[in-house]
């Protein structure tokens, strides 16, 4: 499974190393990911400088879906059936425990968010 690239109007956040979107098959509203854009198929592959500003990304993306989002969780997951190093950030709303994860994906089709997205980066 290769990973898909992101649609530009799904990017919210990119640098040289990183960019952060919105999933291209969303669980949730506001399920968004961010990659590591060099060739990397684990996070142990990373240098410690690399993986912290990795997690630095992980962490602002995550502060920004709370407050853009008024919500009080949401949930990290690593997962490499890709073969390249990316996180999931899923907003849990109402639900608790692993019920969010039931959700059938369904392709994106309204990119709005980013814009909150970015915007409540930018606020950060």
Known sequence: MKLPIARK?????EDK???ACL??????NGHSIVVWKNKASDLHLLSR???EHLMDIVDIT???LL????IKKVYLLYMDEVNQVHWHLIPRYNEKGYNVFKHQPKKIQDFSLAKKIKDSINKL
């Open 67 to 70: 407050k853009a989002f008024k």
């Open 49 to 51: 400088k690399e993986y």
């Open 9 to 13: 109007e799904a990017i919210f956040y």
């Open 62 to 64: 995550r502060n920004a």
């Open 17 to 19: 190393y990183v960019y």
């Open 23 to 28: 999933a291209n098959f969303p669980i949730v």
